[in-house]
């Protein structure tokens, strides 16, 4: 039986049929890429030029002040003054803090916490990570140096970090507070301890009428090395912690109390220095 050529009616179908096939595989690739690229771009991950055969190793570099970019903090769960909280606890480690607010991104925070940043706030961004255990850095190709720190569900609190170096003197506001029955007690201590260059702000008595062993430090979370430097002018002083803002410190005296410290004890000697804070850029 002989063969029959298709009509020119068929031959054109079947080509459109082939176009289509073959635009549609395109489309559908193109679509599976870009959802590819997306999900790991969303994820932290940006693409570079590595070439073929090319090892990335990672680079440390010296980590850049707390103080030299604008840290937000931004709270990323359900519970209440958790940006707040933690903005405090950054401000006296040093960071320079921008806006303490609800996330504007209203995302959904899936890690303990997510630090976003852009191309020149990558060291900036990883000193920060360096904060939370597990945090995620997302580069949301911002430009500037900012970091967003946004704080999610699983976030429970920072990394320990050690003690802030105690203050000078002259940087120590004090409120000197007597509660035993020796009359002047508190005048006199004031005035030794402006001349260790304290800034005495108010001399008077307890206000709580509470007897004391020797003296107690009373302090809020913003005043702990002013609190520790003071603490070292009086034997066997007692640190107390309150639920106060601000820096000043109140040293009580009670009945137990004699004299200072001498002076040369009490000095703080230099912090022994440490190697260079480093955070690690990765190579590609």
């Given at each position: 039986m002989d063969d029959v050529e298709d009509s020119p009616r068929v031959q054109r179908t079947r080509r459109l049929r082939r176009r289509h096939t073959v635009v549609l595989v395109s489309v559908l690739s193109l679509m599976v890429l870009a959802f590819g690229y997306s999900a790991a771009y969303?994820?932290?991950?940006?693409?570079?030029?590595?070439?073929?055969?090319q090892t990335c190793t990672p680079v440390a570099v010296?980590?850049?002040?707390?103080?030299?970019?604008?840290?937000?903090?931004?709270?990323?769960?359900?519970?209440?003054?958790?940006a707040h909280k933690t903005s405090r606890v950054l401000a006296r480690r040093g960071y320079r803090i921008g806006k303490v607010t609800n996330d504007p991104a209203q995302g959904v925070v899936r890690t303990p916490a997510e630090v976003r940043y852009g191309d020149?706030?990558?060291?900036?961004?990883?000193?920060?990570?360096?904060?939370?255990?597990?945090?995620?850095?997302?580069?949301?190709?911002r430009t500037g140096t900012g970091v967003d720190l946004v704080l999610g569900p699983?976030?429970?609190?920072?990394?320990?970090?050690?003690?802030?170096p105690m203050p000078a003197p002259g940087k120590v506001t004090?409120?000197?507070?007597?509660?035993?029955?020796?009359?002047?007690?508190?005048?006199?201590?004031?005035?030794?301890?402006?001349?260790?260059?304290?800034?005495?702000?108010?001399?008077?008595?307890?206000?709580?009428?509470?007897?004391l062993g020797t003296a107690e430090?009373?302090?809020?979370?913003?005043?702990?090395?002013?609190?520790?430097?003071?603490?070292?002018?009086?034997?066997?002083?007692?640190?107390?912690l309150l639920p106060r803002t601000g820096a000043t410190v109140d040293l009580v005296l009670g009945?137990?109390?004699?004299?200072?410290?001498?002076?040369?004890?009490?000095?703080?000697?230099?912090?022994?220095?440490?190697p260079t804070p480093m955070v690690t850029r990765p190579g590609c």
């Open positions: 969303y994820s932290g991950w940006r693409p570079s030029a590595i070439a073929a055969g010296p980590a850049p002040q707390p103080a030299s970019f604008v840290l937000n903090v931004y709270n990323g769960s359900d519970r209440a003054g958790l020149k706030g990558l060291d900036a961004a990883l000193l920060v990570a360096g904060l939370v255990a597990d945090a995620r850095l997302v580069n949301d190709t699983d976030f429970h609190s920072l990394k320990p970090a050690p003690p802030l004090v409120n000197v507070l007597n509660t035993t029955f020796r009359t002047g007690l508190a005048s006199t201590v004031a005035a030794e301890e402006r001349t260790r260059g304290f800034h005495v702000a108010h001399v008077g008595n307890d206000p709580t009428r509470v007897v430090v009373r302090y809020g979370e913003d005043g702990e090395p002013a609190a520790r430097l003071l603490a070292r002018q009086v034997q066997d002083a007692k640190m107390v009945n137990a109390y004699t004299t200072l410290v001498p002076a040369a004890e009490a000095a703080v000697p230099p912090p022994p220095k440490g």
